[in-house]
């Protein structure tokens, strides 16, 4: 006797284990053709995998995505969506459901929301893998491990290397330029080079931060350069001279002088803030 091979399941399970990020279903499905159906919007997010075969995909409002074997596809809370299978490749798939009030922000690190929903070619075994682990750990009610599974999944996702090299589009190219201020801005870069570096004028790298960032590139990079000074001056033993170099501003003057106009204090009261004095 022929085993029969499983066509689909769904675990769902509404144990709540944290109002932020919850698992509520997890599953997988070998589809057969069908005629393309238009769902009604659902309050938590769904990440779908597509292991083999071919399907269409698309959010309301949205052009229909051609998905592949490889492809990432999410549908985002409280929006319509419609998707189906190719008739004559139908897509095997797997899902996870995640509800909680801070999904919709670590899916976004991912590169996943309303306006980008879809990750290309991102055809990994691991991938694969996690999905399923989410999934198993889920059907045997060991909530910790599906929750271990699904991080281990999201920071796969999130990693530069694993999302598409798809050059010449606007966001990944505004990631490498992040990604290259946080590994130099304390060597005191300019936006002239970065924009050099990059092969982009100066004004373009602008509109960039502009739309993406809603904030120029030198306040993004002097953002950086206060944030890891703030924290240098509450964890650190590094004299503020040697701190307003590792920060890469040019002279300890003009540190204090950005630090007073930033954060109201010079760096030596800022610090002191958080130094407990211990009488002998």
Same mark, same amino acid.
């Given at each position: 006797?022929?085993?029969?091979?499983? &066509?689909?399941?769904?675990?769902?399970?509404?144990?709540?284990?944290?109002?932020?990020?919850?698992?509520?279903?997890?599953?997988?499905?070998?589809?057969?053709?069908?005629?393309?159906?238009?769902?009604?919007?659902?309050?938590?997010?769904?990440?779908?995998?597509?292991?083999?075969?071919?399907?269409?995909?698309?959010?309301?409002?949205?052009?229909?995505?051609?998905?592949?074997?490889?492809?990432?596809?999410?549908?985002?809370?409280?929006?319509?969506?419609?998707?189906?299978?190719?008739?004559?490749?139908?897509?095997?798939?797997?899902?996870?459901? *995640?509800?909680?009030?801070?999904?919709?922000?670590? *899916?976004?690190?991912?590169?996943?929301?309303?306006?980008?929903?879809?990750?290309?070619?991102?055809?990994?075994?691991?991938?694969?893998?996690?999905?399923?682990?989410?999934?198993?750990?889920?059907?045997?009610?060991?909530?910790?491990?599906?929750?271990?599974?699904?991080?281990?999944?999201? +920071?796969?996702?999130?990693?530069?290397?694993?999302?598409?090299?798809?050059?010449?589009?606007?966001?990944?190219?505004?990631? &490498?330029?992040?990604?290259?201020?946080?590994?130099?801005?304390?060597?005191?870069?300019?936006?002239?080079?970065?924009?050099?570096?990059? +092969?982009?004028?100066?004004?373009?790298?602008?509109?960039?931060?502009?739309?993406?960032?809603?904030?120029?590139?030198?306040?993004?990079?002097?953002? *950086?350069?206060?944030?890891?000074?703030?924290?240098?001056?509450?964890?650190?033993?590094?004299?503020?001279?040697?701190?307003?170099?590792?920060?890469?501003?040019?002279?300890?003057?003009?540190?204090?002088?950005?630090?007073?106009? +930033?954060?109201?204090?010079?760096?030596?009261?800022?610090?002191?803030?958080?130094?407990?004095?211990? +009488?002998?």
């Amino acid at each position: 006797m022929v085993k029969q091979v499983e &066509q689909a399941d769904v675990v769902i399970n509404n144990e709540l284990l944290s109002n932020d990020f919850n698992i509520c279903e997890a599953g997988f499905e070998k589809c057969r053709p069908t005629k393309p159906v238009e769902y009604i919007p659902i309050d938590y997010w769904v990440i779908h995998y597509c292991i083999d075969g071919e399907g269409y995909f698309s959010l309301t409002n949205s052009p229909n995505e051609h998905i592949r074997a490889g492809d990432i596809f999410m549908i985002p809370a409280h929006c319509g969506n419609k998707y189906y299978p190719k008739p004559n490749n139908p897509w095997t798939y797997r899902w996870i459901g *995640l509800s909680g009030d801070k999904v919709g922000e670590l *899916l976004k690190k991912c590169n996943l929301s309303t306006n980008d929903y879809v990750i290309h070619d991102a055809y990994d075994s691991n991938i694969d893998k996690m999905f399923e682990n989410v999934y198993q750990s889920f059907k045997e009610n060991n909530l910790f491990s599906s929750l271990e599974s699904i991080f281990f999944l999201l +920071n796969k996702l999130s990693s530069k290397e694993n999302l598409p090299d798809e050059l010449g589009t606007k966001e990944n190219l505004l990631l &490498q330029i992040t990604n290259y201020i946080k590994q130099h801005y304390s060597e005191n870069i300019s936006v002239e080079e970065i924009a050099e570096i990059h +092969n982009i004028d100066r004004s373009y790298l602008f509109k960039l931060f502009q739309r993406y960032k809603k904030i120029t590139p030198s306040h993004y990079i002097q953002n *950086l350069k206060l944030q890891k000074s703030c924290s240098l001056l509450r964890k650190s033993s590094l004299s503020v001279t040697d701190i307003s170099y590792e920060c890469g501003f040019t002279s300890p003057s003009y540190f204090s002088k950005f630090f007073m106009a +930033n954060i109201g204090m010079t760096p030596l009261k800022y610090r002191n803030k958080f130094i407990i004095s211990i +009488n002998n």
